[in-house]
């Protein structure tokens, strides 16, 4: 069973514009959300999160939204440069001190010059 | 956030042999992690590495395939054991703390069995 999802597999962009990644969960105890860019031969870097009690976080050209009664969230980046190609995992924690996260599949973002 | 390392980088290996992967940060840190991204998927977590006891394993995991020590607060190994090509994989650690409740990646270790 799937619990964090990332329904769209690949994703191209015109440099400039904006893009948008999404990201859909199932367990309504996950309290914390992040979303980490990984590069082919990289680990993955963290980005951006956001805590449940939030609806919005926002660092410089990136905002996660986050929809709780949707049990949805997003990654705007604007503008977008080609250097954000890269796939990109949401994840989400589970409050139980652990800290332990559980990663959607990964949308692979292509930003055209 | 701390740099990890991670040793070896890559590594093709042949069915039924071991390997063991180093993971090294440059300061304390309260948790460590183990991941495996297979082709095409997500990562999923493998154990988490406690230090001076033994790991806590996921659903999935076992011991006896994937050993982990962690000897003290800034070094950890992964040990894939008797692998088969199913064990190609690139697998990732991760540390958490003293100061941030965020994850962050080593740069990984890419696993080919032949």
């Known amino acids: 069973d799937q619990q964090v999802k990332q329904n769209s597999p690949s994703l191209s962009v015109q440099e400039g514009r904006i893009s948008i990644l999404n990201c859909d969960y199932t367990?309504?105890?996950?309290?914390?959300f992040l979303w980490y860019k990984k590069y082919p031969a990289e680990g993955p870097t963290f980005l951006i999160s956001?805590?449940?009690?939030?609806d919005k976080n926002e660092d410089g050209r990136f905002t996660v939204f986050l929809n709780k009664s949707a049990k949805h969230l997003s990654l705007h980046i604007v503008p977008s440069q080609p250097g954000d190609s890269a796939v990109y995992f949401c994840?989400?924690?589970?409050?139980?001190?652990?800290?332990?996260?559980?990663f959607g599949t990964g949308t692979r973002l292509k930003v055209l010059a | 956030s701390a740099v990890i390392s991670q040793k070896p980088s890559r590594d093709i290996c042949q069915r039924g042999t071991s390997l063991t992967i180093q993971c090294q940060v440059d300061?304390?840190?309260?948790?460590m992690f183990w991941y495996r991204q297979q082709p095409g998927q997500s990562l999923t977590l493998i154990a988490t590495?406690?230090?001076?006891?033994?790991?806590?394993?996921e659903s999935g995991f076992v011991i006896d395939k994937f050993p982990i020590s962690r000897p003290n607060l800034t070094f950890s190994t992964l040990t894939v054991s008797n692998m088969s090509p199913e064990d190609s994989s690139i697998y990732l650690c991760?540390?958490?703390?003293?100061?941030?409740?965020?994850?962050?990646f080593g740069p990984g270790t890419r696993l080919t069995v032949l």
């Open positions: 994840a989400a924690s589970v409050p139980s001190g652990t800290y332990k996260y559980i």
């Open positions: 590495a406690n230090q001076g006891s033994e790991a806590t394993y």
């Open positions: 956001i805590s449940s009690i939030k």
């Open positions: 300061s304390q840190v309260t948790m």
């Open positions: 991760s540390v958490v703390g003293p100061i941030s409740d965020t994850q962050y």
């Open positions: 367990n309504s105890m996950f309290d914390y």
